[in-house]
């Protein structure tokens, strides 16, 4: 069963501040003893939101990906073929690199099984694969190229975040062309 919320303190909230701590000072500074700190309780009230450590990280990995999501959503209104597989792509960069500690979160829930989870990635692959449906990709296909959509943008994310780009190169130019070519590819194998 899960444990109720105490009154005041909302989840978002709590999420929030998880968030910034992530943000600012990294996932390993993420702990329910950090957490109450910045929000001025003792961590016991936390167990009334989530059950420990894994349960924050769970709740700050769903937290994450629903974010992501309305950012790459946001980004893909009014556009249509490569133009929306661009400003989604652009969309998911920018928001590795301004919550670089919540993006993290994404990629590390305790159970990538978890239903939770999994439900809020599915949102991301779902929307992912209507944007890509000018390029008539059905069943396995579609999900293999929405994983290397994925691939491609988590790679130059990481390797941005870790400074892997030392060339004085427009970082946002290199990625265009990425993404471009990634799709004249798609166009060449339907």
Do not use: C
Not at 25 to 32: D, F, Q, S, Y
Not at 50 to 78: H, M, P, S, V
Not at 88 to 111: C, Q
Not at 151 to 175: P, R, T, V, Y
């Amino acid at each position: 069963m899960s444990p109720r919320p105490k009154v005041g303190l909302e989840l978002t909230a709590i999420l929030d501040a998880a968030g910034e701590i992530a943000d600012q000072l990294g996932i390993p500074e993420v702990t329910l003893a950090n957490l109450a700190k910045k929000l001025g309780i003792r961590p016991p009230s936390l167990y009334n939101h989530f059950d420990g450590l894994q349960g924050l990280r769970k709740k700050l990995a769903i937290y994450g990906i629903n974010q992501l999501y309305e950012e790459i959503a946001d980004a893909a209104i009014g556009e249509a073929g490569p133009r929306a597989v661009l400003a989604m792509s652009k969309a998911y960069v920018n928001f590795a690199r301004n919550h670089p500690g919540i993006y993290e979160a994404t990629l590390l829930a305790p159970d990538p099984e978890d239903e939770e989870v999994q439900e809020a990635g599915a949102k991301i692959v779902n929307l992912s694969i209507r944007v890509l449906q000018v390029y008539q990709l059905e069943g396995e296909r579609a999900l293999h190229t929405v994983r290397g959509l994925r691939s491609i943008l988590h790679g130059f994310s990481a390797l941005e975040q870790k400074g892997g780009f030392k060339m004085n190169l427009d970082l946002d130019e290199s990625l265009t062309i990425i993404i471009q070519g990634f799709l004249k590819g798609m166009g060449n194998n339907n």
